[in-house]
């Protein structure tokens, strides 16, 4: 068959599969922007997008697939082409969480225990050659299948060393990858093993172009490249072994009118009733996360408490709604924190609730509509991660608000270049300066709240997953 004018490549793909109980093979499609945005490229069925099978229904799925392709099985996959790769469960296993999740996550999200982790002795070896089998996996598959002169773009921190590799077979194509978390300074970075680190780097050399979502990230990886490469940079290109790539930033916003349209959908509404009855008049704060590392859900929460501690006239006038919905939990560090999130609730719960009143609210089971429904009743919206390479919610919490949200949002996440000017910032290490934030946030007048809300929903539509996607195809 003729080869595909435009490759996406990424770890998770639009569809995946779970074994029923009569042993069938049950697809359900996801969201997100890069759906949206993929789904957007195609340009009538001329886009591929290649991705990995995440487990063993994937893995049946895609082996009984001609060459992986789901659309060619007859999978429903909304239109888009797709090639689920069924790499072997170890080299995933090892690729997935010992080095993208709980390494370059974390080097990038800078969430090492220094004194402890990270630590590359010989098991390493093995892990960093998963990752290495992987990547590699990818690369041959697309230059298997891209057209002569394509455009392909390689997505995230799982894929950092596919750039280079399929470079080396496909000359003629043209290349990008675009890192989805933050980026770490030199001095940070260098905590990975100095083959690590410049495998990384020049893995990603390999690409035309490389993106980011903020300044901020794409700065430290040039930083980066001229620090332990020795590369030259200039204005926005690294100049490397005879290449050059250049470095864009391209800030994923949101699809305003997709997402109202699912926010007014019977489920959502229902749900906005069930928690308006549990919350009653009262002044509503919320945070939507994963229960993930980086996200600082437990700061968060002391700030609530301390809020209560040191405003008494919050109590029961607020109800803080927290949706902590577990992430990544074959990672022992995620199952503790996940715990840990729920023994604190437990700890602002006995020490403030009343016969009349719960302060807080929380779930940890993923419901997406409950989310959307929580976020068009939002008076505040808590956001403070400790690094954050954009943060969607942010954006959508203005997006969906009915009154108008007042947003406490850390300067640590990348949506602070853009949202910043209007919400209340805040050091995501500082309890107390994010609980006097809240405080601010709460006491907002009507109309400011409103004029912000309004200011954060125009940014936050401004580079919708289209047009973001657009942009990548473009800086190629």
Not at 379 to 400: F, S, T, W, Y
Request: glycine residues 8%; proline residues 5%.
């Amino acid at each position: 068959m003729p080869g595909a004018n435009i490759l996406v490549a990424s770890n998770r793909g639009p569809v995946t599969f779970r074994l029923g109980d009569d042993g069938s093979l049950l697809l359900s499609r996801g969201g997100g922007g890069l759906v949206s945005g993929v789904s957007a490229a195609s340009n009538g069925g001329d886009a591929l997008w290649v991705c990995a099978a995440l487990g063993d229904a994937d893995r049946l799925a895609a082996t009984n697939a001609p060459n992986g392709r789901l659309d060619l099985a007859g999978h429903d996959t909304g239109g888009s082409a797709v090639r689920m790769l069924p790499i072997d469960e170890t080299t995933f296993r090892r690729a997935y969480n010992a080095v993208a999740n709980a390494t370059l996550w974390y080097v990038n999200h800078t969430l090492f225990d220094t004194p402890r982790t990270p630590s590359f002795d010989a098991q390493w070896g093995d892990y960093w050659q998963a990752y290495t089998d992987y990547n590699q996996a990818f690369a041959d598959a697309l230059a298997e299948d891209a057209a002569q002169g394509a455009q392909v773009l390689v997505q995230d921190y799982h894929l950092m060393l596919a750039p280079a590799m399929l470079r080396a077979q496909r000359p003629d194509l043209h290349i990008g990858h675009f890192t989805h978390t933050p980026w770490a300074e030199p001095s940070y970075f260098s905590l990975l093993a100095d083959d690590v680190a410049c495998g990384v780097l020049t893995g990603m050399l390999g690409a035309d172009a490389v993106g980011f979502l903020s300044p901020r990230w794409a700065e430290a990886f040039v930083r980066c490249c001229v620090r332990l490469l020795g590369a030259d940079a200039g204005g926005d290109t690294v100049h490397y072994n005879g290449r050059s790539t250049r470095v864009h930033v391209h800030p994923l916003g949101v699809d305003g009118e997709e997402l109202r349209n699912r926010a007014a959908q019977p489920d959502v509404a229902v749900r906005r009733e069930a928690l308006r009855r549990r919350v009653g008049d009262r002044r509503v704060i919320v945070r939507i996360d994963r229960t993930e590392l980086s996200k600082n859900i437990i700061r968060g929460l002391h700030a609530y408490r301390e809020l209560l501690r040191s405003r008494p006239e919050h109590r029961g006038n607020v109800v803080h709604v927290v949706f902590a919905y577990p992430s990544r939990h074959d990672l022992p560090d995620y199952r503790a924190y996940t715990a840990d999130v729920q023994r604190v609730a437990r700890e602002i719960d006995d020490e403030f609730a009343t016969p009349g009143w719960s302060p807080l609210i929380l779930e940890v089971n993923d419901d997406y509509a409950r989310s959307l429904a929580a976020l068009q009743l939002a008076d505040v919206l808590v956001i403070n991660p400790l690094r954050d390479g954009m943060n969607l919610v942010a954006k959508e919490g203005p997006v969906l608000s009915e009154n108008g949200v007042a947003l406490v949002l850390s300067r640590e996440a990348g949506a602070a270049d853009e949202l910043g000017d209007s919400a209340l910032l805040v050091n995501p290490y500082d309890v107390s300066g994010t609980a006097a934030a809240i405080h601010e946030a709460l006491l907002l007048p009507p109309d400011v709240r409103r004029e912000r809300s309004a200011q954060l929903a125009a940014a936050a539509v401004a580079l919708p997953p289209r047009e973001w996607l657009q942009a990548q195809i473009t800086s190629l």
